[in-house]
């Protein structure tokens, strides 16, 4: 997985934590690693009392995530949290970014997910992979034909496509969770907690593993040894 430029969709601030490993593995080896959170978070506040702070929160948990993660880039689409609507104008921005970025690969969230803005993002950035690689909308920039897309999560009914080692990097996946420090609740953990779990980890020696799936558009010609 030697790519030197991915970009990877999340519904919420945080969703990208689940292959937070990969992207800091990556990162380490010197790629641009972009994260499109598409939705503000707003609805992620586990007291009434936060509830008009979660934002502005949420907004600099992203920016203590990505400098743990190594994420070079972050776009925050800011649409309302349970409120993210597969429209065109949401379509259209992500093809733009799609052909701004020109990823080597994009992940995105699977088909099998309950919240919908996680089922919303999976159908438009699927949507929008398609027609930024298509000789339409030229206003949103050149064709442009993402070689690899990949689930991060929520596939259920097949195995995974590619594990990826992530061993010396998931102790930051700890550490990322415990910079979301609105969603703590949520997560039943402490900084401190996920403080101590990243140590644990880091120097455990355990083998850890994230699981990828190829979306089905994806076209098998690309890998080596295919042979397809
Ligand atoms: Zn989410």
């Given amino acids: 997985m030697n790519y030197e430029r ?7 601030p945080d969703d990208e934590i689940a292959m937070g490993g990969t992207m800091a593995k990556l990162s380490r080896q010197g790629a641009e690693v972009v994260v499109v959170t598409m939705t503000d978070g707003c609805e992620g506040y586990p007291s009434e009392d936060m509830r008009d702070k979660v934002v502005e929160l949420r907004r600099q948990e992203m920016a203590d995530c990505d400098e743990v993660l190594g994420i070079g880039r ?40 309950h919240h919908r803005d996680h089922a919303n993002t999976h159908a438009i950035t699927v949507e929008a992979q398609w027609h930024a690689g298509q000789p339409v909308v030229a206003a ?22 590619v594990v990826i080692d992530v061993s010396d990097t998931e102790h930051l996946k700890a550490l990322a969770r415990g910079t979301q420090v609105s969603q703590h609740t949520l997560f039943g953990r402490t900084k401190q907690q996920f403080e101590q779990e990243a140590e644990r980890i880091r120097t455990s020696g355990a083998r850890y593993t994230e699981s990828l799936w190829f979306a089905e558009r994806t076209v098998l010609h690309d890998f080596p040894g295919k042979g397809l």
């Avoid at 991915?6 to 919420?12: C, E, K, N, Q, S």
């Fill in 6 to 12: 991915i970009l990877v969709f999340g519904a919420h």
């Fill in 74 to 113: 972050r776009i925050a689409l800011g649409r309302p949290d349970m409120g993210l609507v597969n429209d065109k104008e949401t379509l259209q921005e992500c093809i733009r970014i799609i052909r701004d970025v020109r990823p080597d690969a994009m992940f995105t969230h699977g088909p099998h997910e």
């Fill in 140 to 161: 949103l920039g050149p064709s442009y034909r993402t070689p690899h897309v990949y689930y991060y999560k929520a596939v259920m009914d097949r195995r995974a496509s």
